[in-house]
């Protein structure tokens, strides 16, 4: 004898609850993790990106105040600028104007080329 299905508990039901804007979001959202690369920041992946001990007005001058990005194509970018040094050991860089670990691919307003 056939049990009736509800239908809410099928996996079907799914979509019938989600907005299109929902569905894209989660299609791209797969879609950019199964490609290598995307979601990372800069060749040094998310190593650079911990600013969780910076201060608030830090982390506001860097993000907001000077427009920094941990990764970017631009050929401009924080390991050919002036303010940028390496260091030892690490794939995250120093800047003297930002705190915190710098993306040698990274990039901010105040880029200025190396002499
Ligand atoms: S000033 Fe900007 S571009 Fe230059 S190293 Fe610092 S964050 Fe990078």
Known sequence: MAVPVDEAET?????ATL???ACS???LTMVAGALPGCGRSGRSGHLCSDVSRLTEAERELRFQTLGYVDDTSDPRSCRRCQQFSVVTGSPCGRCA???GPIDPDGRCIKWAARE
């Open 11 to 15: 996996p079907f039901a799914a979509p």
């Open 19 to 21: 907005g299109r804007r």
């Open 25 to 27: 979001r989660i299609f």
């Open 97 to 99: 104007l930002i705190r």
